[in-house]
Each structure stands twice: as C-alpha cells, then as structure tokens.
Nanobody
Framework: VQLQASGGGLVQAGGSLRLSCSAS????????MSWFRQAPGKQRELVAG???????KYKDSVEGRFTISKDNAKNTMYLQMNSLKPEDTAVYYC?????????????????WGQGTLVTVSS
C-alpha cells in the first residue's frame, strides 16, 4: 500500500498549484482521503479531507481557495490550490484513514505519502 504525492513547487503569491496523490496496492474508494501540511517548526495540520461519498472539509484559512477532489477510477486525489499565500508554504502530505469521518488528528491516519514541498514567495 503506497501513496505518492506530487505537484509541489515554487510559486509566487497569488498563483496556483495542483497537487496529486496516487494510490497503489489497493483501492481507497471506501476511505477518508486528506491533505495535511507541515511548515517548519509547526505541527502537521489538516488542510482538506474528502469522504468516500464526496463530502469535504477544509481548514478555515484555505476555504474558498483550495479544492479537494478525487477520481476513484484512477485511485487519485487532488488538491487545487489557488490564490496562494506565503503562509501556505509547507510540505504537503496526502493521507488515508479507514474512518468514516474526516479526522483532524494525523495520528488517526494509517497511510501516508512522502510529502511534496510547496513554497510561495511574496
């Protein structure tokens, strides 16, 4: 079971990036899929999550700027990030949980991708 995150990079404030998370080894259609991020010196925090039924949850500071989605046929999850701000700079991780609810605590997720760095310059 592996999650592979990609799509990070360097972008100017106000720009956009799309992160992808591909799953291999099993299907995650029945799982919660989420994006977390961790900035230097800070705790890992939930950015957005999506249930198997397509319900979503966002961190307040990204609501309206970020959109989480998934393609079950491709076993891939996405995070479209628009209007990026320097405070969005972090390593972004995708994660999966067997829970039926989108959970804030990273300790409740069983599977993790390796992380992809997003840097937003001012």
């Amino acid at each position: 079971v592996q999650l592979q995150a990609s799509g990070g990079g360097l972008v100017q404030a106000g720009g956009s990036l799309r992160l992808s998370c591909s799953a291999s080894g099993r299907t995650f259609s029945g799982h919660i899929m989420s994006w977390f991020r961790q900035a230097p010196g800070k705790q890992r925090e939930l950015v957005a999550g999506i249930t198997s039924g397509g319900n979503t949850k966002y961190k307040d500071s990204v609501e309206g700027r970020f959109t989480i989605s998934k393609d079950n046929a491709k076993n891939t999850m996405y995070l479209q990030m628009n209007s990026l701000k320097p405070e969005d700079t972090a390593v972004y991780y995708c994660a999966s949980s067997r829970s039926t609810r989108i959970l804030n605590s990273p300790t409740l997720y069983q599977y993790w991708g390796q992380g992809t760095l997003v840097t937003v310059s001012s």
